[in-house]
Structures are given as structure tokens and as C-alpha cells.
């Protein structure tokens, strides 16, 4: 079993960056594949992200392909979300879980999550 802890969250303004990161507090991430997830207020969850184990395969969802950056540090156990030329759409509690990764479904199969992490963009 693992337990996943996201940070990083918090507000910027259109245009701006955070950088979240995926925590394992028990457990070792290096033995699951990872998406990242986010619910908006109102609105569905959506799949934005994953990577798998070893880190060689990634998906986008498409409204942050180009924007957003996935990557892990087995060694430190951690996984991060790199976010770009964030937008008002962006605003949403992102969360990281254990899942499956497919190149054209992204993350599904979800086991463990974390709590989430709030991320506001706004003027």
C-alpha cells in the first residue's frame, strides 16, 4: 500500500507557473505508474496526466498538451507536475494517484489517491 501527499498548489495569475509534486509518505512510487488528476468546481474529474514506472511513457489530456510537464524522481520518490502558461480553466484541486498509463487513454485503473492540492489562476 502506498499514501500519496501532493504540494505546491496555490495561486498565480494567467500566464504564470507552479510546479506540484507527488509525495509517497508510505510506500514506494517507483512501482506505479502515476496520473494526475483535477476537479473543478462544478465539473467532472478530468485525467490530465501520466507517466509510467520507469518514466518512459507520458500522456497529456489535451487541453494542457504543451503546457504541462510530467516527470518523476524514482530516487527521491517523488513525481511532479510542471504547469506553464497556467489559465483561469486551470483552477481546479489537483490530486495524484496510482494508476495504469496509456499513451492514447492516459490514467485509469486508479488505486491510491492523495488528498489533492489546490490550484487557483486568477488576476
Known amino acids: 500500500q502506498v499514501q500519496l501527499v501532493e504540494s505546491g498548489g496555490g495561486w498565480v495569475q494567467p500566464g504564470g507557473s507552479l510546479r506540484l509534486s507527488c509525495a509517497a509518505s508510505?510506500?514506494?512510487?517507483?512501482?506505479?505508474?502515476i496520473g494526475w488528476f483535477r476537479q473543478a468546481p462544478g465539473k467532472e474529474r478530468e485525467g490530465v496526466s501520466c507517466?509510467?514506472?520507469?518514466?518512459?511513457?507520458?500522456y497529456y489530456a489535451d487541453s494542457v498538451k504543451g503546457r504541462f510537464t510530467i516527470s518523476r524522481d524514482n530516487a527521491k520518490n517523488m513525481v511532479y507536475l510542471q504547469m506553464s502558461s497556467l489559465k483561469s480553466e486551470d483552477t481546479a484541486i489537483y490530486y495524484c494517484?496510482?494508476?495504469?498509463?496509456?499513451?492514447?487513454?492516459?490514467?485509469?485503473?486508479?488505486?491510491?489517491w492523495g488528498k489533492g492540492t489546490l490550484v487557483t489562476v486568477s488576476s
Open positions: 494517484a496510482t494508476s495504469a498509463c496509456s499513451y492514447d487513454r492516459g490514467p485509469y485503473g486508479m488505486d491510491y
Open positions: 507517466i509510467r514506472s520507469s518514466g518512459g511513457l507520458t
Open positions: 508510505r510506500g514506494t512510487l517507483a512501482l506505479y505508474s
